[in-house]
């Protein structure tokens, strides 16, 4: 507390001027009665603004006047209103403001001989606070208290080795205010023609952000996509950086578009106007402008904005926090062999670690090889995976989003085929088919499709390892629930 420490200055500072400096004279009752003058003035600091309020912050005279300051006054004056508050210490807090005007705050200290002049004056503008009543009257973000999505805390295993899949272009890195813009579109339902679908409707929090349905519902409520909605977790490590099963979205960023223009899912087509139609939707609602003044530094809205604000949103949803997380910290050693990707993990189970074995070695060492193109501890596709034989002749290079969450996402592949983890284990244990864009680590050295034939149990225990991959932390973050009240 700086006011108590100039406050004990001050009285030592009184005792030696005003205390026995009198006397002098021979010592027999000559007393000599120091003058109690008015004190200083305080030192203002800082004055700062609330709602209808002003909190004034101050240091006490060095000159007390010769007797204890018995109390401080705080004056504000603004546009014929003169409010003051009174109390014996700093802060002071002077209420019944007018908000938008701007007030002068000054401060005097009292002793038994009356008040001392005034601090100088330090200026304020009260205001309700800064988030419009536009935006509080239906979304709960709040500008003066924003959520952290600009500096995650990464397990030591998010090393240099995990930093170069970040698919972060340099001109997008995460800030709260943008990525909070992101939430609100990811979560507004006017983002589709008839506001009925939200991108949430599809990748849904409680569901690693997918859809339990084999295929979504779009905006008309009668048709559904061709492909199975993905999970959005640590999307920001897929290197390639392109989206979509089937990799057609060269970027997080140019793929925030496509659901928009979709003409199943949220209907901005060309017969619907396109963007432009939902921009000038969107500019049609105030809080849309002041969010995106206050995101962007100007009211401005373009589709590039959308695509950053969202992908910003997406990026920061990071999965970190499974059980394979939470035993790996504990065994996890830069110098170790293979990074102890291969140690037993104390809080998994017999069944488990087997299957953590079996997908972490590859076939040569007797396990399943999954880790090659599941890569740990993001379990983002490798850049290099071709496709996993789930046609036979299939010519189209797929990718996986990462096996985080896999448990409570099903059901699986870009088509949804295969219902639960089980049917995905036995479709690599005896099902993957040959074709072109099969990838090498599931051929044999004749180029013929790998068939594992695992025992019934290990292929049990992969499928319960694949469910240690779970994130419930991720599915029930604050930070990705929906804004709206
Ligand atoms: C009607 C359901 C639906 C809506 C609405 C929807 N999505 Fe999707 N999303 C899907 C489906 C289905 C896929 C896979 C499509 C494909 O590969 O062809 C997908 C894929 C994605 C991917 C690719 C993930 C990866 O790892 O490649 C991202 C990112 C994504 N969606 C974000 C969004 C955003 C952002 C919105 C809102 C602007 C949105 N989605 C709206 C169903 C939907
Ligand atoms: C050659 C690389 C490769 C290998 C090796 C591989 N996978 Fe995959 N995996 C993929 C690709 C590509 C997909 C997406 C296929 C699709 O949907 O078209 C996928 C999909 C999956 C999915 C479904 C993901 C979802 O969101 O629906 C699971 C689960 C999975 N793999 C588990 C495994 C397991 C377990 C192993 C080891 C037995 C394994 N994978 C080996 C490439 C690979």
Request: net charge neutral; with cysteine; proline share 6%.
């Amino acid at each position: 507390m700086r006011f108590s420490a100039a406050w004990v200055i001050a009285l030592a500072a009184c005792a030696a001027a005003c205390g026995g400096g009198g006397g002098g004279g021979g010592g027999t009752g000559a007393t000599t009665v120091a003058q109690v003058t008015v004190p200083g003035a305080p030192t203002i600091q800082s004055v700062t603004a609330g709602n209808a309020t002003a909190t004034v912050t101050f240091l006490a005279p060095a000159a007390t006047g010769g007797a204890a300051i018995t109390s401080f006054t705080a004056t504000c004056v603004g546009s014929g209103v003169t409010r003051t508050a009174s109390g014996a210490a700093s802060p002071l807090q002077v209420v019944n403001l007018t908000n938008g005007v701007s007030f002068a705050c000054t401060v005097t200290a009292t002793n038994s001989a009356g008040t001392g002049p005034s601090s100088q004056a330090l200026n304020v503008t009260p205001t309700a606070g800064s988030t419009p009543t536009s935006v509080s009257d239906i979304l709960t973000v709040n500008f003066d208290a924003l959520l952290n999505y600009s500096s995650a805390s990464l397990p030591a295993y998010y090393d240099a080795t995990v930093t170069p899949l970040d698919n972060t272009p340099p001109g997008n890195q995460i800030s709260d205010r943008q990525a909070m813009l992101g939430r609100v579109l990811f979560y507004d339902r006017r983002l589709s023609v008839n506001d009925t679908i939200a991108c949430s409707s599809c990748h849904q929090q409680a569901r690693g952000f997918t859809d339990p349905a084999r295929f979504s519902v779009g905006f008309s409520g009668a048709a559904f996509t061709t492909a199975h909605a993905m999970r959005l977790g640590n999307v920001r490590y897929y290197r390639p950086g392109s989206m979509f099963w089937d990799r057609r979205a060269a970027s997080v960023e140019a793929q925030v578009s496509q659901p928009i223009q979709n003409p199943v899912e949220m209907g901005w087509d060309t017969n619907a106007g396109g963007i432009a139609a939902l921009i000038t939707k969107l500019n049609a609602t105030t809080y849309y402008r002041d969010l995106f003044n206050f995101a962007f530094g100007s009211p401005v809205i373009t589709e590039v904005r959308i695509q950053q604000a969202v992908a910003q949103f997406e990026r920061a949803m990071l999965t970190t926090a499974s059980r394979w997380d939470t035993g790996y910290a504990g065994v996890f050693d830069p110098n170790a062999p293979n990074r102890n990707l291969g140690t037993p993990l104390p809080n998994l189970t017999a069944q488990e670690n087997r299957g953590r074995q079996l997908f972490m070695d590859g076939r040569q060492q007797g396990g399943a090889g999954c880790a090659a193109c599941h890569v740990p501890p993001t379990f983002s596709l490798a850049a290099n995976s071709d496709s996993n034989g789930l046609d036979a002749g299939e010519t189209r290079i797929f990718k996986s989003p990462s096996l985080k969450n896999v448990g409570v996402t099903g059901p699986y592949m870009h088509d949804g085929r295969f219902a639960t983890l089980e049917e995905v284990v036995d479709f690599y244990d005896h099902g993957i088919q040959a074709g072109p864009a099969l990838d090498n680590r599931l051929r044999q050295p004749n180029g013929a499709p790998i068939q594992l034939n695992l025992s019934a149990a290990d292929r049990a225990a992969i499928a319960a390892f694949l469910r240690t991959l779970d994130d419930t932390s991720l599915n029930t973050d604050a930070r990705f629930s929906s804004p709206f009240r």
